[in-house]
């Protein structure tokens, strides 16, 4: 196992830092570790009904596409996972939801990055407006949840989240 000796930030954004940490190695050389320092995000499967799922389209610059996903956000600072998935399905969908149960915690890339993704399902969705940030654009669409479950595994919806939500829920119906 690795032993942590000291962290250097080497750049700070808005979103998410960078860091270089320096660890002992199990022969006792040591060596860097270069990630992405992130606070954490949070997805939902929002079921309209037993057969329809609400899902967002929007474009993803590092892509270059224009992605169908769950709804999902950063975790703000200090703020709890079941709060995020609350504000950030109203905030991307309009809809709020009678129920939220959490469905699993995974690191989407631990090779690079410290994020925790929570995904969570919500039913019991009551219709609202959407508040998107000032730089989101996104449509809201609702999806057979088996089309969506077909999309994911066919490969035409590729985000890991959506992908892993997804097939969680149908594992869990079975």
């Known amino acids: 196992m690795e ?3 000291g962290k250097k930030t080497v750049w700070k ?3 998410v830092d960078f860091r ?3 660890v002992r190695l199990p022969n006792g050389k040591t ?3 270069e990630y992405m320092d992130h606070p954490g995000a949070v997805g939902v499967v929002p079921f309209l009904d037993e057969r329809t799922v609400v899902m967002v389209r929007q474009y993803r610059h590092p ?4 992605t169908l996903e769950l709804p999902a956000g950063k975790l703000d600072r200090g703020e709890s996972p079941l709060s995020c998935v609350r504000r950030e399905l109203d905030e991307e ?4 939801a009678r129920r939220i149960a959490p469905l699993l915690r995974y690191w989407p890339t631990p090779a690079f990055a410290n994020e925790v ?3 969570y399902v919500a039913e019991g969705l009551t219709p609202g407006r959407m508040h998107t940030d000032d730089d989101e654009f996104l449509r ?5 949840f088996e089309r969506a479950v077909a999309m994911a595994l066919d490969g035409r919806i590729k985000d890991s989240k959506t992908v892993i939500g997804l097939l969680a829920c149908l594992a869990r119906r079975r």
């Not at 969908?93 to 709020?96: L, Q």
């Not at 809201?140 to 057979?144: I, K, L």
């Open 3 to 5: 032993t942590f000796v």
């Open 13 to 15: 954004g808005r979103a």
């Open 20 to 22: 270089v940490d320096t």
């Open 31 to 33: 060596a860097t570790r």
């Open 63 to 66: 892509v270059r596409e224009v």
């Open 93 to 96: 969908t309009g809809y709020k």
């Open 117 to 119: 993704l929570h995904m």
């Open 140 to 144: 809201c669409v609702t999806v057979p």
